[in-house]
Structures are given as structure tokens and as C-alpha cells.
């Protein structure tokens, strides 16, 4: 295996789905980011994160706390490995109907640009779904 040429796809260190108090974005990035240096080589190109059934708006501030957090050392790219989070609103914009085609496709590009933000740690946020996309025992 060449580390260089790998993608680490984890979830983020998020409070359980049955937690009544979620975390804070600023506490969910400490976690995740803090475990991530204590675990991952600097070599390694990137973290593409799975959205964990995090709402689509959690997920965004999330991963842009994270790209914010100062202090600790990030040598990789953190970013998204789109997961349902992050199409919730396309989903729900297009029904799959041909008719909603171009919603739907206006939805992805208003995600596509929120979390490409995030990625940045430049997202203002209030672009995302806050409807949870858990699902108790799903499988692939």
C-alpha cells in the first residue's frame, strides 16, 4: 500500500444518535481532528468523511469547524465523502420526477458550494437540511 496515495473514510466523533444534547461544531472538530493527529500520518492525502446520518446543516459545520480549528496540526485535506447528509435536499427536491430535474440540480449545486466551503473553513452556513438522516440499523 502506498499511504500516499490512500483516503481515510471515517465518521466524525459525534455524540450517539440516542444522545439528547448534541455537540457543538467547535467540540465535534477538536474531537475528530485531535484523534485524527494522534492516529493518522502526516502523509496521508486525505480524510473523506461519511456523514454518520448527521443532518445535511450539522455535517456542513462540522467539517467547517474543523477546517477552522487552529492549534493543532491538520497535514490533510479534510473534506466530504458524499454521504446521504450531504444529498438529502437533492433527494428531496427531485422525488424522482423529470419535472423537478432542475431543482434538484440547483439543490446540489447550493450543497456542492456549501461544503465546498466548508472545506475551506469559510462556510457561513444555513444552506443545509436539518432533518436527520439516521436510520437505526441500516445496512449497505
Do not use: C
Amino acid at each position: 500500500m502506498i499511504i500516499e496515495g490512500t483516503l481515510l473514510k471515517p465518521n466524525m466523533i459525534t455524540a450517539g444518535a440516542g444522545h439528547a444534547v448534541q455537540a457543538a461544531p467547535e467540540q465535534v472538530a477538536w474531537l475528530t481532528v485531535r484523534t485524527l493527529s494522534r492516529s493518522i500520518v502526516p502523509a496521508l492525502p486525505g480524510v473523506v468523511f461519511l456523514s454518520g446520518g448527521q443532518p445535511e446543516e450539522s455535517a456542513s459545520l462540522n467539517l467547517n469547524a474543523m477546517n477552522k480549528l487552529e492549534g493543532i496540526a491538520k497535514p490533510w485535506a479534510l473534506t466530504f465523502s458524499y454521504g446521504r447528509a450531504l444529498q438529502q435536499s437533492v433527494l428531496k427536491a427531485w422525488k424522482g420526477e423529470t419535472a423537478n430535474v432542475a431543482a434538484a440540480q440547483a439543490a446540489l449545486l447550493e450543497r456542492a458550494q456549501a461544503n465546498g466551503s466548508a472545506a475551506k473553513g469559510t462556510y457561513a452556513g444555513g444552506s443545509g437540511d436539518t432533518a436527520s438522516t439516521y436510520v437505526a440499523n441500516y445496512s449497505y
